[in-house]
Structure formats: structure tokens, C-alpha cells
């Protein structure tokens, strides 16, 4: 009887052990999962108004139209506002999951395509930079900055890394 008792408790024991191996297990797994999720992945994931404080001071509220893999398209009152996700100072309203993964194509479309996509249109715009902007057309898009001609041979050469938003000049 009381080897029953003893071999009772080492199998609850042994129970408890491996209940608690299995616990710290899922534990690392979720944090590496989270590890590996992408900002731009959980814009994507958001169904309602984000609000983006911005490297300039400014702060973005709209719904997300578009997103790539360092960028993102938000529909505000104003218009539309192109995002680059290194100017993203803080988001609000950002879920706590993410989006699927985008397919392969859409996943390679990068800042430097979408501001040369608005050059080939010819699309007048506002690039704000964290002090001032610069106003004018996108004329050419290098590896990591653009140039934007301001009218009258007056180009303005900006590193993606200075950009904090483009928005359709009104």
C-alpha cells in the first residue's frame, strides 16, 4: 500500500516536470516566432485607423492602402502618404499579430520602386524631411536616395534615410 502511495506521487511528479518543460517550451517558441515578425507585417495586419508618430514630429492617422517590405501606403483625410518604415517613430492601433507573409512579388517591392513608379508618372509631390521639405517632381531614384527637381534646375539629392514622407502635392 505504501509503495503504491510513493510510485503515485514520482508519476505525478514526472507529470508535473514534464508539464512544465512543455510550458517553457511553447514560451521560447512564441518568443522567437515574435522575433521574427516585421513592423511593417502587423501595419499590414491592422483592419482600422493606425496612427503613426513620425521622425518630422507629425503624427499620420489613416487606414493602411499599401505596404512593402520598407514602406507603407497609408489613406488619410488629406490623401495618401507614403511611409518609409524607418521614419516611424511609434504606431498606435497596430494589432498584436501580424499579416501572412506577402507573396513573392509583392514582398520585393521596396521604397526606391515605389518613388521611382511616381517619377515615371510624373507626379508632383511633397517629400517632408525631419526639418523642412522639399517640393517639386521626382526626376531620378538611386540605390538609396532620390532626387527631386524643384523647378528651374533646382534638385534636391535626398537619402532614403532623410525621407520621412511623400504625399501628392494638392
Known amino acids: 500500500m505504501r509503495w503504491d502511495d510513493l510510485f503515485d506521487d514520482l508519476a505525478g511528479q514526472a507529470g508535473h516536470q514534464e508539464h512544465l518543460e512543455r510550458e ?22 491592422a483592419g482600422g485607423p493606425v496612427r503613426l508618430s513620425l521622425a518630422d514630429g507629425s503624427v499620420a492617422v489613416g487606414t493602411l492602402a499599401d505596404a512593402g517590405r520598407d514602406w507603407c501606403l497609408l489613406r488619410t483625410v488629406e490623401g495618401q502618404l507614403l511611409v ?24 520585393r517591392r521596396s521604397l526606391g520602386m515605389v518613388l521611382r513608379a511616381l517619377a515615371q508618372a510624373q507626379t508632383p509631390v511633397v517629400v ?43
Open 24 to 45: 517553457t517550451e511553447v514560451a521560447d517558441r512564441v518568443r522567437r516566432e515574435h522575433a521574427t515578425v516585421a513592423l511593417f507585417d502587423r501595419l499590414r495586419a
Open 128 to 170: 517632408r524631411l525631419p526639418v523642412g521639405a522639399v517640393v517639386g517632381q521626382i526626376v531620378r531614384v538611386g540605390a538609396d536616395h532620390v532626387d527631386v527637381d524643384g523647378g528651374a534646375g533646382d534638385v534636391s539629392t535626398v537619402p532614403f534615410s532623410g525621407v520621412v514622407a511623400v504625399q501628392e502635392r494638392g
Open 84 to 107: 518609409p518604415v524607418h521614419a516611424v517613430l511609434a504606431a498606435h492601433g497596430v494589432p498584436g499579430w501580424s499579416a501572412a507573409p506577402q507573396g513573392e512579388v509583392a514582398a
